[in-house]
């Protein structure tokens, strides 16, 4: 017994050690990038994230009414407040616990727009001079203006912002993870391919940034690489195939309860089904466990909501009537070239990297060898499928021939077009960036280098005559498992067709679209990449440019001063109104003319003035309503404690409220006035008494 001890032992140690440094790679790399999506959590000032102020909100309603948005087909004032009302929960309802656990429920969010944000400034801007100075200025880059509360370093709105955006990392780590699992099966288990194509998954800048903000993209994107892992096994895998199917339509049911396109993974997975059986799998029952997985999670969701509102998809229907998501209803360009033009670089552009409100991008001179980069991808995978069985073909006859030749035409195609939509890129980029920076020659030397690298590869003898071994960085066809390659082509046909359907009808090109299939996308353009032994060059340059992410979110995210005014204010903390005061308080902040304030007729709005200290600033805060001191801006009778910052103000001493905000109030309603002294750190240290005046008849 202890001989057979003694031989078992060291052939147990030799497995554990073999299994730990199979996981060192991949776990290195999801170490790394969960750090630098954390320094994208601390880089970026509150509510900078895109969508994050609406996010946050739908979070307070749930957190707060412990309840579902009513589905409607018509608009109404509570999803026009909310303005993610009308979006799948699931994302949504994982943040209640973390909203609750961090205080948030004690602040409320009070961000103000920045007049000096670009997008509100270059849009009548033709001048490339006039464009190149708005976007030179300091701050420029910023949606929101930012004080001196985001200037404290243990500041509780920012460590709440902080945990939820940690929350986001999570869910990109699962992303990345199955990206992994997906990976090893469509290059059969080779492992090094593999970690090359975790790291391109990995290193794509945009989705680090977004992994920093509180958003539900990376978990939609966590359902979608779960979805394409299962799909793979179920098609390409070694297994039973009725548990990869279940565990496909369950991910891909949780997907659509966090985003409405992610219900595009429903035919997604049917095409898996009809891939499998091409392969010699059952269709049946593995068809049946895959619809029993989606009806189990999203069912009852969709089912409630189309008994509620009577349409199967009131998220849809909403979105087209809503005023708030299609103000203008207005439909994109012509798809002629230009069109075409715009929609391709702003997908790829938000793509790679557009951070913030979409507002911090890398140059031209970046973004175009990238894209070539991206095409060459594209035009790789196209080779591998419809030449490489070619390629392996014994059949040397002219006819044969002439067909290999006709196979290498979407390749082609695929270059030129590509090339086409780089030479105009620079055009369209100076409209809105200023001078380009960047030639149609350089572009035309970048694929003229990209084309002599793949002719290169085409014409070498060594790739021409045998595939390359397991272990090398070359890859053929054989070196995919067909039916991977299968499914990832027209998995991502299908999300690219979509998101052109889906800008037929709200001119809104994002990459965030795609991301139920990141997964997908990142293995389709690896596989193509490895054909051209161009991935790890990609890898490389995408990891530099996470790097430079850094520098250029710092640079024009927080420029010098860019929190330091204590008038404005993320959150209401430390600022609340203080409507109730005993009879014997002494205020600190004295109105001036009182009384005449009590009841304003008339059509001039009215004028307030209070004394004022030479040292101090002031907030003026708004309200109107019921008895109640409740913010709650989904409900049309809650409180609404409204600040001068709403109004682009900064009044000492004296306000008089904006005619166009004088003009809804209704007569016989009743305003409620109040200001706060604050101090050095912009926090109320003093108060007047609560104002209440009504609106009287004209």
């Known amino acids: 017994m202890a001989d057979v001890e003694s031989q078992v032992r060291p052939q147990t140690e030799i497995t554990t050690a073999a299994g730990r440094r199979s996981w060192f790679a991949p776990g290195l790399i999801l170490f790394l990038f969960a750090c630098m999506a954390a320094g994208q959590a601390l880089l970026l000032p509150l509510f900078e994230g895109a969508d994050e102020p609406d996010n946050l909100l739908f979070v307070r309603f749930l957190a707060e009414e412990g309840r579902l948005t009513e589905p409607v087909l018509e608009p109404s004032y509570e999803l026009e407040q ?29 961000p103000t727009l920045n007049p000096n944000f670009y997008r ?21 880059r910023l949606n929101f203006r930012h004080g001196r509360d985001e200037a404290a370093g243990g500041a509780a709105p920012k460590l709440a912002f902080f945990a939820m955006r940690m929350t986001t990392v999570v869910w990109a780590l699962l992303a990345l993870w199955s990206a992994w699992r997906s990976a090893l099966v469509l290059t059969g288990g080779s492992r090094q391919h593999s970690i090359w194509l975790l790291g391109l998954a990995a290193s794509v800048p945009q989705f680090m940034h977004l992994s920093g903000s509180i958003t539900m993209d990376p978990m939609l994107a966590a359902w979608g690489g779960l979805c394409a892992w299962a799909a793979l096994e179920w098609c390409a895998g070694d297994g039973e195939p009725g ?57 009852p969701y969709y089912l409630w909501g189309w008994f509620e509102s009577g349409h199967p998809l009131w998220s849809w229907h909403y979105q087209q009537i809503s005023p708030f998501h299609n103000p203008s209803e207005s439909v994109p360009s012509v798809w002629d070239m230009h069109g075409i033009s715009i929609f391709t670089l702003s997908m790829f552009l938000t793509w790679l990297g557009d951070f913030g409100w979409t507002a911090v991008w890398f140059p031209l001179s970046v973004l175009i060898p990238v894209f070539l980069l991206t095409c060459a991808g594209g035009a790789g995978l196209l080779t591998i499928w419809f030449c490489g069985r070619r390629e392996n073909a014994a059949d040397s006859s002219a006819r044969s021939k002439l067909s290999g030749a006709f196979r290498w035409c979407p390749s082609i195609v695929l270059l030129a077009l590509g090339l086409a939509l780089a030479l105009n890129w620079g055009e369209l980029a100076s409209s809105q960036w200023g001078r380009a920076g960047w030639s149609r020659w350089a572009t035309l030397a970048c694929f003229g280098l990209l084309s002599a690298w793949i002719g290169w590869k085409l014409l070498s003898k060594a790739e021409a005559q045998a595939p390359s071994a ?36 709200f001119a809104q090109p994002q990459a965030r679209h795609l991301y139920p299939f990141y997964t997908v996308l990142v293995l389709a353009l690896g596989a193509g990449l490895l054909h051209w032994n161009l991935l790890r060059v990609t890898v490389v340059g995408q990891v530099l440019l996470c790097c430079t992410s850094f520098g250029l979110v710092t640079t024009h995210m927080r420029p010098a001063g860019w929190n330091q005014n204590p008038i404005w204010s993320a959150t209401d903390l430390g600022r609340k109104a203080r409507p109730e005061r ?30 004022v200290e030479p040292e101090a600033g002031y907030d003026f805060l708004l309200s109107t309503g019921g008895p109640g001191m409740h913010h709650r801006p989904w ?28 003009a809804e109030v209704e007569v016989g309603m009743s305003l409620f006035v109040q200001v706060l002294r604050l101090g050095p750190d ?5 108060s007047s008494s ?9």
């Open 82 to 110: 909310l303005g993610r009302g009308h979006m799948p929960p699931l994302w949504f309802l994982t943040l209640v616990p973390v909203f609750k656990a961090t205080g948030c429920s004690n602040w409320q969010a009070t």
């Open 120 to 140: 509100r400034n270059t849009a009548q801007v033709d001048s490339a001079d006039d464009v190149e100075s708005i976007l030179s200025e300091a701050g420029s």
């Open 243 to 299: 548990g990869w199917a279940f565990l496909a339509g369950a991910t891909a049911g949780l997907a659509a309860l966090t985003k409405l396109n992610g219900l595009v993974l429903v035919p997604a997975c049917v095409g898996a089904g009809i891939i499998a059986y091409r392969a010699g799998r059952s269709f049946q029952r593995p068809a049946l466990f895959c619809a029993a997985g989606f009806a189990l999670f999203a069912g």
């Open 470 to 505: 397991p272990g090398s960085a070359r890859a053929h066809a054989a070196t995919f498992r067909p039916a991977a390659l299968a499914f990832l082509g027209q998995a991502a046909v299908l999300i690219m067709a979509a998101e052109v359907y889906f800008n037929l009808h």
């Open 582 to 611: 005993s009879k014997d308080e002494v205020c600190e902040v004295a109105w001036i003319d009182e009384e005449a304030l009590r009841v304003v007729s008339g059509y001039e709005a009215p004028a307030f003035r209070w004394q």
């Open 635 to 662: 409900l049309e009778n809650g409180w609404v404690w409204r600040s001068l910052r709403d109004f682009g103000l900064e009044p000492r001493g004296e306000l008089e409220l904006p005619p166009s905000f004088w």
């Open 682 to 686: 912009g926090r109320a240290n003093g």
């Open 690 to 698: 609560l104002l209440q005046l009504r609106r009287g008849p004209h």
